[in-house]
């Protein structure tokens, strides 16, 4: 027993000791690598990129991924090898494409979320039907690239979308949790914020996002200790770490339409947003669609994302909820194993 | 055999004193959020209940086992977790109230009204600055930015008419073509004849 129990903290003390090692290594390395996989720039426009994931092609609809705009960067949707969206949508036979709508300086503010909607969308879906030489496209809008392709498909009816997948995409800003709260007209005047700011700086979009979740700094720490002496670990935490921590602005004309008609006056879902001069009618869009909602998701709750399902005109429409967070859901091991192979296993017959 | 637990008792302590200021700092919380105006009050169990809970169960086993082992530490490990769930579920509803969303907006706006002035001054300095150097100020660099962006719009805009010009011109030689060849096929077949 006694031997057992000496055992037991020597496997500890090294333990410890590996930790002590990592964490010297952690302070003295260079940046972690991210967004390894194969890739080609096939068309840009102003800031945005499109990108094209190099694939054994098994389906013949290709996918358009469309993340958010502004907020943070969308390489962790690449993250590592072993631990990526891409390398599992690529592996499983998807002609894939990713939409970098790309970090916004003073220069871009005057754009606006009907830009890209009308101007971007558009043109970066005509790309992927030219570079796939295919008749229809699937869109895969993630947070807020949800409502934004939500509101591309319902307005442009002659861009062929073969499926629509809304991944953690906010459809009923009455349900969006603390920051519909916050973001109340009779609380924050969004007019005053763009025009006094200009651009929203990445350090208040940083402030915004600490704020929703105070304690997890603190929590992200106390794990980074624990499991300090694990090598894949840190390797995995190194590159979220370094994700987490690459805000990016957004837009002021963006910023105030987005929080004006969606958050504070939720248009979209009313049916009363009009974008391009054309009516958004989310009862448009009739092709196959599903919605991927997460438990704890504090950012776009999953009741505010399932919205969509009974918003649309589709008949062959599916919606899960898996665990996970907003970016859990996406990115990670639990994604690996809860979130892909659903989105995948939907997608691959209807492709 | 008696079993020197002092050290467990020790952690055991501090663990005790940590929920006793945790539910002091809460108890302090409510009530500003009460004073505020906020009709129902939050109910204190709903949190540390469950906390509390697994915390009397895994120390009691702590207690009354044998020799400390690293378990102890995976424990405590627990114990911290737990507390700083509790904690991110008690700010989690301060947060959610309207007095809170009240207090935000108006410190932002506060803040806004200081940063604007702030703001101007500063570019109109760095702007001065800029002339005095003979060097392009920064709105004249995003003003030749945004030029550049609607001028690769227009570039887009002919591309996009010559593309469908092009489509359609195709379409023209090749229904011509399919008609040259109808009217060659017809030929040959009245000379056969």
Not at chain 1, 20 to 43: C, D, H, T, W
Not at chain 1, 340 to 351: A, I, M, N, T
Request: with cysteine; charged share 25%.
């Amino acid at each position: 027993m006694e031997a057992q129990v000496i055992a037991q903290w020597q496997e500890e003390m090294n333990r410890n000791l590996r930790r002590m090692m990592n964490f010297a290594e952690l302070m003295n390395q260079k940046e972690p690598l991210v967004g390894q996989s194969p890739r080609q720039e096939i068309y840009r426009k102003g800031k945005a990129r499109l990108y094209r994931y190099e694939s054994t092609r098994r389906y013949r609809t290709p996918v358009l991924f469309v993340p958010n705009l502004g907020i943070s960067r969308p390489y962790v949707f690449d993250l590592l090898p072993g631990g990526s969206f891409v390398e599992h949508m690529t592996r499983e036979g998807f002609d894939f494409y990713l939409l970098d709508w790309g970090v916004f300086g003073p220069e871009d503010n005057s754009l606006t979320l009907e830009d890209c909607v009308v101007r971007i969308l558009p043109r970066m879906a005509r790309k992927v039907l030219e570079g796939s030489k295919a008749d229809e496209v699937t869109l895969l809008g993630y947070c807020m690239g949800g409502p934004l392709s939500a509101c591309f498909i319902a307005t442009h009816p002659e861009i062929p979308v073969k499926n629509f997948i809304n991944m953690a995409g906010p459809i009923d800003f009455s349900k969006a949790g603390h920051f519909a709260l916050w973001l109340n007209p009779k609380y924050f005047d969004a007019d005053k914020f763009v025009d006094t700011l200009g651009q929203i700086p990445a350090e208040m979009v940083k402030a915004g996002f600490k704020l929703l979740k105070p304690t997890m700094d603190l929590s992200t720490g106390l794990n980074l200790w624990w499991n300090l002496w694990n090598d894949s670990y840190l390797t995995g935490f190194r590159a979220l770490n370094k994700w987490a921590n690459e805000y990016v602005a957004f837009p002021g004309e963006f910023f105030r339409q987005w929080v004006k008609e969606f958050y504070q006056q939720n248009r979209m879902l009313r049916g009363e947003l009009r974008l391009g001069g054309k009516a958004v009618r989310l009862r448009d869009i009739r092709c196959p669609v599903f919605v991927v909602g997460a438990k704890e998701d504090y950012i776009a709750p999953a009741s505010c994302v399932k919205a969509l399902i009974d918003a649309v005109g589709s008949t062959d429409k599916g919606y899960v909820e898996l665990p996970g967070g907003h970016i859990s859901l996406i990115a990670g091991r639990t994604a690996a194993v809860h979130c892909w192979p659903k989105v995948s296993g939907w997608l691959g017959p209807r492709s | 055999m008696m079993v020197d637990n002092s050290g467990t008792q020790a952690l055991f302590d501090l663990w005790k004193k940590q929920i006793e200021e945790g539910t002091q700092a809460w108890t302090r919380l409510v009530g500003q959020t009460a004073q505020a105006g906020q009709g129902q009050a939050p109910d204190p169990l709903q949190f540390w209940r469950p906390f509390m809970d697994a915390g009397i169960a895994g120390w009691t086993k702590l207690l009354t086992q044998g020799p400390p082992t690293p378990e102890l530490l995976t424990q405590w490990k627990q114990f911290l977790d737990q507390w700083i769930t509790a904690w991110g579920k008690v700010l989690e509803q301060a947060m959610g109230t309207e007095a809170f969303a009240q207090a935000l907006g108006k410190y932002l706006d506060q803040w806004l009204s200081i940063q604007a002035p702030v703001k101007k001054i500063a570019e109109e300095s760095t702007e001065a600055t800029l002339q005095a150097l003979g060097m392009p100020s920064r709105n004249q660099v995003v003003g030749i930015a945004r030029q550049m962006v609607d001028l690769e719009d227009r570039i887009e805009g002919l591309e996009d008419r010559l593309g469908a010009l092009l489509a359609r011109m195709d379409d023209l030689f090749k229904s011509l073509a399919d008609h040259e060849a109808a009217a060659a096929r017809r030929a040959a077949e009245r000379v056969a004849q």
